[in-house]
């Protein structure tokens, strides 16, 4: 039992637990969406788009995550419209806009050299020092989203895998879309202050793309996910404390050794 109970007497070590558990319901929640629509390439590409909005933040004397949160709205509203008025694949215009957004963040970045370790506090994240206020923050985003979503789930079903039938009865198709970008956006966004970028990923995308291995609907499949996200979030954090290793990544290679056991022993279908 001291092997559980000796790292909770460190309140960092609570909360990183906490974090991460929110984290997982959060990626969770936008993670189930990514990988049905295929758009695992997003959650990297958000997380350096977001660069010139960190940056302009950082110019400004502005808060450094309302900047990202803007150009991460920015891009996926871009992303959106390139998409739409291209004809191109969803993926082609990610990438256009992301490597748009990055290349304009790097440049405005190199006019201010000593923001490098502001910007890197920020990219990495730190789950062991995240604070009761980052917490809240992640409840109340959770709430949000998952009220959207689930206000909007059985329009955004049909938007996404029936665009026409969607656009026959009268719904919003475009909209949708942009509004789905913007949630996988601020997610992005929140939880890589938070846990990282390498980690934030992890949970959108290992942990859904898992879930989607075991699950047929979509509910279970957020629901599986969450779980999978937190078990694997707590057991790399125990391994992390008592291996002395990187957090974030720790809980990472859990996650994929997760992934590869259930591809390995799931049944074929």
Known sequence: MNFLTDPL??????????????????????????????????????????????????????????GALVAAVLTALGIGVVGQRSGLKQDSAIGIVFVGMFALG?????????????????????????????????LVVTLVVGTVLYAVQKELLLASFDPTEARAVGLPVRRLES???????LVVVLTVQLVGTTLSVSLLITSSATARLLARS??????????????????????????D?????????????????????????
């Not at 558990?21 to 590409?45: F, K, N």
Request: with cysteine; hydrophobic share 60%.
């Open 218 to 243: 979509l509910p279970r499949m957020i629901a599986l996910a969450a779980a999978l996200g937190i078990v694997g979030g707590v057991v790399g954090l125990y391994l992390s404390y008592y291996l």
């Open 9 to 66: 007497q460190f309140d960092f070590f609570v909360r990183a637990l906490l974090a991460v558990s929110l984290v997982s319901v959060l990626c969770a929640l936008v993670g189930a969406w990514v990988v049905l629509r295929g758009l695992s390439y997003i959650g990297d590409a958000m997380s350096h788009a977001v660069l010139p909005g960190i940056v302009g933040a950082f110019l400004s004397g502005g808060s450094l995550l309302l």
């Open 179 to 185: 509004l789905l970008l913007i949630l996988i956006g």
């Open 245 to 269: 290793t990187a957090t974030g990544a720790t809980i990472v290679l859990v996650n994929t050794a997760v992934f590869l056991l259930v591809l390995l022993f799931r049944r074929k279908e």
């Open 106 to 138: 790097i440049v405005m970045l190199s006019r201010v050299p000593t923001f490098t370790s502001d910007l890197s506090h920020f990219l990495i994240g730190n789950p062991l020092g995240v604070t009761t206020a980052d917490l809240w923050g992640a």
